[in-house]
């Protein structure tokens, strides 16, 4: 009798360690997992943009740079350049001007459904810059010369509405629609008075995201 009750000791002994050392195997690693938590990015972005200033064709390049606080708000600095070809005739230094310019600030930018692979954003830009006339006619002959241009300083906001798509942790494209709201400005010919108008484009960012993927599930080396 005392040599069965051993011996059934012993066989549950036995059935324990083997269900520990199962266990032991199928959680050989240490596991932390950040989703919770605050993640943090930046990027350097590039975008290019068609629309129109006054009814006539506009093409717009941008610059930004960003912070990215927990994949749902952007915060930096964005730069824009623009031409517009306005084709003003009759003044006393060309019969064919376009209105170009550029203005730059701080981007704000809140960011909806930033868990998904597409992303809504509106995106905010609110800065300052400068515009005026310049001879559309490339062909010429004479020597450009800014001092005989006017220009004049413009005040700018540009609210927008966009789609992203987050084509791994460091690509993101972007798509979406803008209109700028500017200051007046006085120029001759005063054909132009505002830079007031909407814009589509695309655009790619380039840098470091958090998007979901769990970055810190490392294994233990089995020392056995």
């Known amino acids: ?11 549950i002994l036995s059935i324990f360690h083997i269900n520990a050392q199962e266990e032991s195997k199928e959680k050989d690693y ?16 590039i975008n290019t943009s068609y629309g129109e ?10 610059l930004k740079v960003a912070y990215v606080a927990n994949r749902q708000f952007e915060v930096g600095f964005s730069m824009k350049g623009f031409y517009s070809q306005q ?7 060309s019969n064919n001007e376009d209105l170009a310019g550029g203005y730059g600030g701080i981007h704000l930018e809140p960011i909806f459904f930033s868990k998904s692979r597409l992303n809504l954003s509106f995106p905010l830009l609110v800065g300052a810059g400068a515009t005026g006339y310049v001879d559309g006619d490339f062909d010429n002959d004479d020597e450009f010369n800014e001092d005989e241009y006017e220009w004049d300083a413009i005040f700018v906001v540009e609210p927008g ?3 992203l798509f987050n084509i791994s942790r460091y690509v993101q494209l972007e798509t979406g629609v803008k209109y700028r709201f500017s200051s007046k400005f006085d ?19 380039v840098g470091v995201f958090n998007l979901g993927r769990n970055r810190y599930k490392k294994n233990i ?4």
Do not use: C, W
């Open 53 to 62: 200033i006054d009814g006539k064709d506009t093409g717009i390049f941008g």
């Open 221 to 224: 080396p089995n020392n056995e």
């Open 87 to 93: 084709n003003l005739r009759g003044t006393f230094i």
């Open 30 to 45: 240490i596991e932390f997992n950040d989703r919770k938590n605050i993640v943090h990015g930046v990027y350097l972005g």
């Open 1 to 11: 009798m005392r040599q069965s009750r051993a011996a059934l000791i012993l066989l």
């Open 161 to 163: 509405v966009s789609l």
């Open 187 to 205: 120029l001759v010919p005063n054909g132009v008075d505002r830079i007031n108008g909407f814009s589509a484009g695309l655009g790619i960012k």
